[in-house]
Structures are given as C-alpha cells and as structure tokens.
C-alpha cells in the first residue's frame, strides 16, 4: 500500500475566536465576494490575518473547493505550515523547490485527482502551475513582495497577477493580504477594480510601537 511522504497531524486542542475587528473584517470579506472578483485586506503588523485567512479557508472546505495560498518565499512557509496543519491537519499540500521530485509530484498527482491530502496547497510562485480543477479561493499573503516575480529563468511572469488570470478561469475569488499594499493593488481599489477591507488594530489590542524619527547626519556630526 503506498504511503504518503509528508503527513501533517491535526491537533485535537487547536482552535481560535476572531476578535470583533477580525469578526467585522472577515464578514466585509465575504460581503465583497459578491461584488468583486479580488479584494485587498490592508491588515497592518501583528493585527491577525492569519486567523482571518484560515477562517475563510474553512469556509470554501466545506463548499468541497480548493484553495491555494500564496507565500512568497519557502523561508516564511515553516511557521505558517505549522499553524495551517495544526488546525486543518492532512487536507494540506506544501509545493516549493526544497521538496524532491518525488514529493512534488505526488502533490501534483493529489490535485490532479481532488484528493483529501490536497484541500488546501500552500506555496510559492511554481504552485501557480498544480492542476487544479476545483479551485474556489486563492490567497496571496504579503503581494507586495518583488519576489512573486519570476525573473530568471523563463518563463518570466509575476504569480499574484497571473494567479488573479487563474482564478478568473476558474471563477474563483482573490485575497490579497499585506501590511503594506502595493501602489498597483491600491489603484486598483481606488479606480473600484477591487475591493477594499481594513484591519488597523492589533490583535488584542496591542499598543503599536512609538515611531521616532533621527535626522542620523545631524546626530553623526555632534558625535551622538
């Protein structure tokens, strides 16, 4: 009988509640569902989109849809893995260059066939090319990052706009989370293309960090 290679263990004690801002955000998500095809949640450090992200990955689950969720490099996988898996257990693919080939197709081979191991693949820009046939949300974690763009080698293109193509092949939805959007994805909100969802407090209502600005020639001139 032929094993899996990767196995993700569901932990029975893991759960989590949505904060009111978090509540609020996630409903203004699924509210502009209906009315755009990509939404930007503008969500600023440590305010909890995660949360937000897995709670609507539980949603298009239970629609039996897939969802693919976009990091943009393999460095920032391991601890959002860990949370991802914890809580949805072995519905979870990860899809980056570090695994073998190996391992990388039989992800391949579970999205081809809709399987229960593939719910849900987290990866970086190459998860844009799985064989998907039932993908119903992807979300992009950080688009403002240089690094969704293939430079080199060919072919070159950027994954969060042509994952944007993708999901509009398969009539499925777009999230684009980041602290600090990109100037392309705020004209995009700005000119009604996508829709826009804010989260500006901390998750438990931690104070924000005093910001001070140091004029550093003046203070290297007086030897401070």
């Known amino acids: ?51 937000i992200y897995m709670k609507l990955i539980e949603d298009y689950l239970k629609d039996g849809q897939q969802v693919l969720f976009f990091l943009p490099e393999i460095a ?57 046939s039932n993908l119903g949300l992807i979300i992009i974690d950080e688009e403002h990052e240089q690094t969704f763009k293939q430079q080199d080698p060919a072919p070159r293109y950027h994954a969060r706009d042509a994952a944007i193509v993708l999901a509009k092949q398969h009539d499925a939805k777009v999230l684009l989370g980041s602290a600090t959007p990109s100037l392309e994805s705020y004209y995009n909100v700005a000119t009604g293309k996508y829709g826009l969802v804010e989260l500006k407090e901390r998750y438990g209502n931690v104070v924000l960090p005093e910001i001070e600005l140091v004029d550093i020639k003046d203070k290297y001139f007086r030897k401070r």
């Open 1 to 51: 009988m032929h094993e899996d290679r990767v196995v993700f263990e569901k932990k029975d004690d893991v759960s989590f509640i949505l904060s009111d801002a978090q509540e609020k955000a996630f409903n203004a998500i699924k509210g502009n569902e209906e009315k755009f095809d990509v939404t930007l949640l503008h969500g600023i450090t440590a305010s909890g989109k995660t949360e």
């Open 76 to 132: 920032l996988t391991t601890q959002l893995v860990q949370r991802l898996t914890a809580y949805f257990g072995n519905q979870i693919s990860v899809f980056h260059s570090k695994y073998t080939n190996n391992e990388r197709i039989e992800v391949w081979n579970n999205v081809l066939q809709k399987s229960e191991k593939a719910k849900v693949v987290i990866g970086v820009r190459s998860a844009l090319f799985l064989p998907f």
